[in-house]
């Protein structure tokens, strides 16, 4: 039996469908919605053949999660999640790259759909870097890729029914050789008489010159042609060049100018601007873009990189989405690989970010070129699902930004408001549990994460299977009567919220509650609301 939403993304008042996909004998199912630890609907429904499509009501919240569970007459329980959002607070970005005339089907589509994903960027999609929309229906792009602006058409109106926005990728200063060579003083140059590209096939060219106007009308053109907006890329380099007038430009001078540009142009479209290795994301965080989207490389290689690039780009008050193209899927292990994305993804989701990872047809980004994407097994993807579940059923939690991480500030050495009685660690170190520790007023939210197995903090290598780590006592200090807390895991019973025993001491430095994890597996919550004392 199988259980999914039939879109990425509902907004409020929208009437939800679910689908149950189901084989076997069963009869009847009795679908029981959650928002958080409440219970809020049950419906029971006949069985109307392999795919029964049950209808609940519309939600009115502007932003919450729902936890779906499904349980046949004959006993088989499945689970999934709705993701509600009027304003997207949670960019879950997905990618699209196979645009050829036999790219008919749906199934990709769908599949980003049970992933709750609702941003789609559509990946080399266009016929030149300069020349974004085709005047010809079939075309070959710039990498040698078959594309189909008919296919792509179809893909885009596929993205908007399933709840998606589609975003067209666009390169800020890559062009063809001959449109640079025919606009000499719109490139940027090494040296005198020595033009800059990139991997031997796009030119790189001055935001300084009339290229900007350019590729903005080309943004435009792309908008017109049915996309939502634009995934603006760079690629790192370069960070200094010289104009074709010999003068020193610094880029990070000009991508603010141009994303602001782009806004007046495009005032209903979305913008989202790759910040590679995170820069210069100080520049760009703060101007008209949709979502502070940072893509992860070396030096950015641990646990604790991600915290604090998550932080940083936190302050922009946007969504924010790391590129983190998680390699062990193309380079190890099928196991090993998908540890380490459970991991990964998490991390990311604790923090109250998202992670670029997953599209196409059940595939993972490994690397930068969107196309050599890599093919999930069925095991992978159904326990992947499973933490994407997750992550969007708490989201109201995982995504409020009010609740700020105190992890490096009240845990560890004289900070004594959270002690834990498992090893642990605050910052992603590798054999430990990790902790990130969120609070705003009488509320907390602690995350645990199992790095157990394996002694490594890098975040891009495969990972050993974690030992789970049994009765956790974790001990918070709190100075009013305690009004709730659960704990909820996607490692066990359908991510579903567990009751937490506890109990109250005293301490020297205030009253302390004394909960007890029964276990750890891979990634656990635990969520406390005391009294509010003013």
Known sequence: MEVYSEK???????????????????????????????????????????????????????????????????????????????????????????????????????????????????????????????????????????????????????????????????????ASEPFAEEHPDWRLYAREGEPIRFIDVFAIMNLESGWREHIIAQYRAAVDAGFDGIHMDTYGFPKTALGADGGIVHLEDDFAPLIERTRAALPEATLVFNNVGAWPVEQTMHTPVDAVYLEVWPPYERYEHLTQLIGIAKQAHKPVVLAAYPAPFRLDTPQRALNAQLVLMSAIAAHGATQLWFGEENAALTQGYYADYTRLTTQQERLLRAYDDFIVRYEELLFDDTLQDVSMTHCGWDNEEYLCDTPYSVTGEGGRLWLILREQGNRKLITFINLGGDDSSLWNEGREEPNTVENVTLHVQAFSALKTAWTASPDRNFGAVETIDYAREKNSRGDMYSFCLRSVKRFAILYMETEDRQ
């Open 8 to 174: 990425g993304r509902y907004r409020p008042e929208e009437p939800i469908t679910l689908i149950i996909c189901d084989d076997g004998a069963a009869e009847r199912f009795r679908i029981s919605v959650f928002r958080l630890e409440k219970r809020i609907d049950t419906v029971d429904i006949r069985k109307t053949g392999r795919e029964t499509r049950v209808t609940l009501p519309a939600v009115s919240e502007e932003f919450c999660g729902l936890g779906i569970l499904c349980e046949s007459d004959t006993g088989a329980c499945e689970s999934c999640a709705v993701d509600i959002q009027k304003h997207l607070r949670s960019f879950r970005y997905g990618f699209l790259s196979d645009f050829s005339r036999t790219e008919t089907e749906e199934a990709d589509v769908l599949a980003m759909a049970k992933h709750h994903v609702n941003a789609v960027q559509f990946y080399d999609w266009s016929y030149r870097h300069d020349t974004l929309v085709s005047g010809e229906t079939d075309y070959t792009d710039m990498m040698g890729k078959q594309n189909s602006l008919a296919v792509i058409r179809h893909k885009i109106d596929a993205c908007h029914t399933r709840g998606m926005l589609a975003t067209g990728y666009g390169a800020v200063y890559a």
